[in-house]
Each structure stands twice: as C-alpha cells, then as structure tokens.
C-alpha cells in the first residue's frame, strides 16, 4: 500500500513538472550582438534562471546591430528587440508601429576612437577620414552620424568602413584612421594593443540611451501580462549582475564567446553596470526611462536630417510595465 501510494505521489509530481513545462511561456530577445560578455546576464539563464522563476523560456537570437535587432523581431524571428534609440528613431520614421518598454542601458556608450598622431582630438577632425563601424545598422554607425551632423559634416565627408564587432585590428594596423566603438569595445581594444587614443565621447554631444527594449504596439496589447514578468526577470538578472559582478564574471567563462579571461570579463561587465544605471533609475528603479531626454534625440534626429517625421516619444514610450 505504502508503494501504491509512493508511486500514485510520483506519477502525480511529474504530471504536475509536464504541466507546468507545457505553461512555460517562451520570450525571443532579439540581440544586437552575438552572445558577448557585457550580456551576460541574459546569458547566465541556465545557471541562474532568473526567467524561469517567473515562468518564461527565454531565447537569445543574435544580431548585428540594433537595426538588425529590429529587423528580426519585425520578419517573426523574435518578440522582443534589445535596440538602440537611433534603430527605434529610424523605424518609427518609416512607418513602424512600436512600443519602448524598457530603459535597458541608460547612458550612452557610443564614442570614436583614434591613436594618438592621426589628427583626430574633436569631431571636426573627422572630416576627409575612414572611419570604422561595427556594421551598418550598428549604434556605432548611427552615433557616429550624430556626431558628424553636430559639426556640420555627413556621411559624404568621411568614409565608412565595416570592421566587424569589437574589431580594433584594422585601426591599429591603419586600415582606418578611427573606429567608432563603445566603453566596453575600448577596453577590448586598449588589451589588444590599441595604445594611446584620442576618445570622443558621444554622450557629450547627446546622452541619449544605448539600448532599450522594443515591442510591436501589437505584442505589447495582446501580451502585457507576460511582458511585464519578463521585465521583471531581466530587471532580476540586470540586478544580479550589478550586486554579484565576480560571479557573473565566473559564469562568462562559459557562457560568451568572447569571456574566456575571468578578470578582463569582471572589468566589461563592471564598465557595463554603470551604463545600466542613472539618477532616473536610483531614484525610481531599474528600467525606467527619462522621456524628455529621448524627446531631445528625437529631435535631434529630426534636426539633423536623420529621420523625416516628428517623433512623440511620450506616445511610444510605456512605463507601465516596468517594475517597482
């Protein structure tokens, strides 16, 4: 009896594990990078499972940039675009119905980096010069016409040369005269032998955000429910990482392709804490976005002949989602 009733209690413990596998709700994240080490707390699911907790399959789809983060979501590879303002800018102008839910990265990390002795201190300097991006739908590339259109330059004064992500080979070599990289992608570069750099600064022309999460107005109407515990798992893993660097540091090793050195992976994610955070968030939270400030890169954009149409960010921007 004692038997029947051990394995009546087993039978029903495993039909409760399929049940609950079966209810498991699946979220598609489309990156803008491949499974790198400053992401690392999307990429510790298996050994956290911060969103499992709350129920959520969480998928990882590589990118190339935050234009093509977009593009995925919008041809059904993913439900959720890790972007930049500039592909949410871009996209909005040409007639694409999308919601902002998350503030992921509130500083901008953008900047242009050139060695010492190629001319190049201020963006003026860029005029006439190659100039290397990630890709041409990277953040890299858009933040670099921003800070060409402050000085009265464009495109058609420099040269763009695709580099591939975090590649600062061809500017060493000279292949080009600068690259436009990110904080994290200097430091990458300063440990392959980039040495003494000129660093121009985005975020001192425009501190606008790196990244956000992006929705269809569609899939955020239809799925508001579930949105809002996966933001509260990433809010999770974003936290974890921020209070337990070391460990997530340890778990790169593993998880990334580019974080087999432990140490150089607490110093990126370190360098990309301090990007996740603002006087916005201390005050209110993780997540949280500062309206008025997207408003002005909209209209920066808008100013600088990058995008068409005027932009209300207070309509695609919703807060109510994120969590407390």
Request: hydrophobic letters at 45%; aromatic letters at 6%.
């Amino acid at each position: 009896m004692i038997f029947k009733t051990l394995a009546a209690a087993a039978a029903l413990l495993l039909a409760a594990g399929t049940a609950t596998a079966q209810s498991m709700d699946t979220v598609r994240i489309a990156g803008w990078s491949k499974s790198i080490s400053e992401i690392t707390n999307i990429l510790a699911e298996p050994d956290k499972g911060f969103f499992k907790a709350h129920n959520i399959e969480m998928k990882y789809v590589p990118g190339a940039g935050g234009g093509s983060a977009v593009r995925n979501m919008l041809a059904g590879a993913a439900d959720v675009a890790f972007t930049d303002p500039a592909s949410f800018y871009q996209a909005l102008d040409k007639g694409e119905k999308l919601v902002a839910i998350y503030n992921i990265y509130p500083q901008n990390v953008f900047n242009v980096v050139a060695p010492v002795g190629r001319g190049i201190a201020k963006p003026e300097d860029l005029k006439g010069k190659t100039i290397g991006v990630y890709s041409l739908s990277s953040g890299t590339r858009q933040n670099l016409q921003v800070l060409l259109h402050q000085v009265g330059l464009t495109e058609a004064d420099v040269t763009i040369k695709v580099t591939g992500l975090l590649n600062f080979a061809p500017v060493i070599q000279g292949q080009v005269d600068a690259t436009a990289a990110t904080d994290t992608g200097l430091y990458v570069g300063k440990l392959k032998g980039l040495g003494d750099v000129n660093v121009i600064n985005v975020a001192d022309s425009l501190n606008i955000p790196s990244d956000m999460f992006v929705v269809t107005e569609a899939y955020y109407a239809a799925n508001k429910p579930l949105l809002k515990r996966f933001l509260a798992a990433y809010r999770d893993s974003a936290a974890w990482m921020i209070a337990e660097p070391a460990d997530a540091a340890k778990i790169a090793i593993t998880r990334t392709i580019n974080g087999r050195n432990e140490a150089v992976n607490l110093e990126i994610i370190k360098i990309r804490n301090i990007s996740a955070q603002s006087n916005t968030t201390r005050a209110k939270g993780l997540g949280h976005f500062d309206i008025d400030l997207l408003q002005k890169g909209a209209e920066t954009f808008k100013g600088l002949g990058l995008i068409k149409a005027d932009l209300d960010m207070s309509a695609v921007i919703k807060t109510d989602l994120i969590p407390e």
